[in-house]
C-alpha cells in the first residue's frame, strides 16, 4: 500500500499554456453577463474537443483566459493543439463579428500538480516557475519557449521560427512585431 497522501502535490515535467484573448473586455462590454457567458462556455467547449484528445487538460477557466496542461509526453500533440485552438477560436470570433483572438503562451518544465482548495472542496491546479514563466511570456500572437521547442518533432518545430529578444519561437505564419 503506498503512503502518498492523494492530496500532495505531485511534481512533474509538464507544457503549462496560458490563453487570452486580445480585446476581449473592450469587445464584449455590450453584451449582457449570460451572453459573455455563453461566449465563452462556446469558446472552452471548442477547446476542450481539441486539447483533451491529444491528451491535454483545461485546468482552469478565468474569464476570458486558460491555463492549460499537457504531460510531458504529449508536448508535440501539445504544441498542435494548441495551434488549432488558436485557429479556431480566431475563427469562432470572426464568425461572431468580434474582433478578438486568441493570445497563446507555453512553457516546459517542472511543475506541482495538485488538488487546491478548502478543507471540503478543491480543483486540480499547477503551481511553480514554469507556471509563472508561462504565464509572463510576451506574445501577441502565439509563441513558445525554447525549452518547448526542444521537445518538439522537427515536423513541428518547422511550424516555428526564432524570435528574439528574448528567444521565443513563433508561427512561420506570424509577422515579427517587437
Known sequence: MSS???????????LVSFTDFTLYMKTTQELTAVEDFELMRGFFSL???????AGGRLIKPMGDAAMIVFPAEKVDEGVKAL???????DSYM?????????????HFGPAALGPMGTDTWSIPDVYGQTVNSAATL???????????????????????????????YIPVTEKHQD
Open 4 to 14: 502518498h497522501n492523494p492530496l500532495s502535490p505531485t511534481q512533474e515535467d509538464v
Open 94 to 106: 470572426q464568425k461572431r463579428k468580434f474582433p478578438c483572438r486568441l493570445v497563446v503562451k507555453a
Open 47 to 53: 477547446a476542450g474537443r481539441i486539447i483533451e484528445p
Open 138 to 168: 510576451v506574445s501577441r500572437g502565439m509563441a513558445i519557449t525554447p525549452q518547448v521547442f526542444r521537445k518538439l518533432s522537427p515536423q513541428t518545430r518547422s511550424l516555428f521560427k526564432k524570435h528574439t529578444p528574448p528567444v521565443r
Open 83 to 89: 495551434i488549432r485552438v488558436k485557429e479556431e477560436a
